[in-house]
């Protein structure tokens, strides 16, 4: 192993072997000697990358025993099907609960009016954290056109996603534009999402169109992919 951060590529190594499920629940991780003689590093190496994987509630440090997992199963995570995307939502609304962290009218961000210039200079903007069994997991960003943004107050939109609020208001959807990447938590999105800052998460961008080609919204998920998992069907013509 090689780098500034030696504990992080350990920590790395280790949190996708339990995504690969080489380790399952319960299991026990190798001791910290083996580690050690593996992964050709100190014992203080060791013990910070094991810190991280505890502090995000992956594993299970005790004390003259040893470390074990405690990572959610992949059949556990909650999961998001966007090849039937209203079905999947109105799952999570039944399957999750809501935290409101922001609401209000303001400038649309640069990132966004690059995508879609055609968004307007200002837009409702709200930000909810959604939490599976007491869990945060994503971090939700929604940015609403001013055609729509009167009608979706706080208590309209309550649980709902954007996306069946404004199904609810007669908006008729017929494109989702989708752009993919990752980004490493901050110290708000790992105070949110109980992960540690530099931690990978997956970064959806979303941008919702009508049947007559406008916009309605926009949605930004920031994903723990430890226990939310994105599936999708594409067909072949």
Known sequence: MSGLSRHYELYVELANALREGTYLAGDALPSETALMRRFQVSRST??????????????????????YVTALLD?????????????????????????????????????????????????LHYERLRRSRGQGFALVSSFVKPKWSDKLTKQ??????????????????????????AIVADR????????SIGTALLQVTSLFRETSGHITHSEEWLVRPDVHSVHSILEVA
């Open 75 to 123: 059949g556990e995570r909650t999961q998001f099907n966007l090849s039937s995307m209203l079905e999947s939502l109105r799952g999570l609304e039944a399957t999750t609960t809501t935290q409101w962290l922001s609401y209000g009218r303001q400038p649309t961000p640069p990132r966004l009016l690059k995508l879609a210039p055609e968004f307007g200079a200002a837009a």
């Open 46 to 67: 060791v013990r910070k990358a094991l810190k991280r994987l505890e502090q995000e509630g992956r594993v299970d440090r005790r004390h003259g025993s040893g470390t």
């Open 188 to 195: 708000r999105h790992a105070r949110h999402l109980g992960v």
């Open 156 to 181: 309209f939109v309550g649980n709902r996603s954007t996306v069946i609020a404004l199904t609810n208001l007669g908006a008729d959807f017929s494109i989702v534009q989708q752009f993919y990447g």
